[in-house]
């Protein structure tokens, strides 16, 4: 079965990239298709640059109601945007996930972290609000917290954050990657995000047939 490789360039306070992330969880359920999906950060924010506040932003309050029968549909009670001001940076936030990941539980650590940010509007900037998420995630606390105040993921998530700006050369969240492809999203629904999954699976498949006509041409040739 084709296994699917999937970037997908987030941040955990962009709302866009929380329903885009739901949408495609519930489309591989529903396809039965399977995926590697590989999260990269890019931070909306990078200290020192001065934060912003989207709850008190009309043009931003506007722009997120796109998002909001497509949320409702997939089951997600958003808060848009949350009544977190200024909105977090997420760098700790980012550190703590690529020790989650070294962990084993980068998926499980992610979903809490955005969840707990435009569900149950906690700042996800704030050391102890992410301790406590990365213990629920089944992470050892102490280790993390240790982690965190001493940066040891520090390096690795500004890199992160640069292959996204400079390799991938990201403008906008999320941004998806289908098997190398970008995806272009405008629904941010279940049944967009399973239209795209199969129109890749379909075009996978073609290539595949082509490569072994390919073959089998090319074995027949040396035969002669």
Known sequence: MLVMDIVFVTDFVCPYCLVAKEALAQALKETGLEARIRLCPMELTE??????????????RAGYQVLEEPARQLGLDMKLPPAVVPRPYTRLAFEGWHMA???GLGEVYSDLIYKAYFIDEKDIGDLDVLTGLAKKAGLDK????????????????????AYARKVLQVKSIPAIYLNGRKVELSAFTKEEMCR?????????????????????????????
């Open 47 to 60: 200290e020192p640059a001065r934060q912003v506040d989207t709850y008190h932003d009309e043009k931003r």
């Open 101 to 103: 990941e070294e962990n």
């Open 142 to 161: 102490e280790a993390f917290r240790r982690a965190l105040i001493t940066g040891r993921y520090s390096e690795k998530e500004k890199e992160a954050c």
């Open 196 to 224: 795209i999954l199969l129109q890749e699976k379909e075009r996978a498949d073609r290539e595949g047939a082509g490569e072994e006509d390919g073959q089998g041409a090319s074995g027949g040739g040396s035969g002669r």
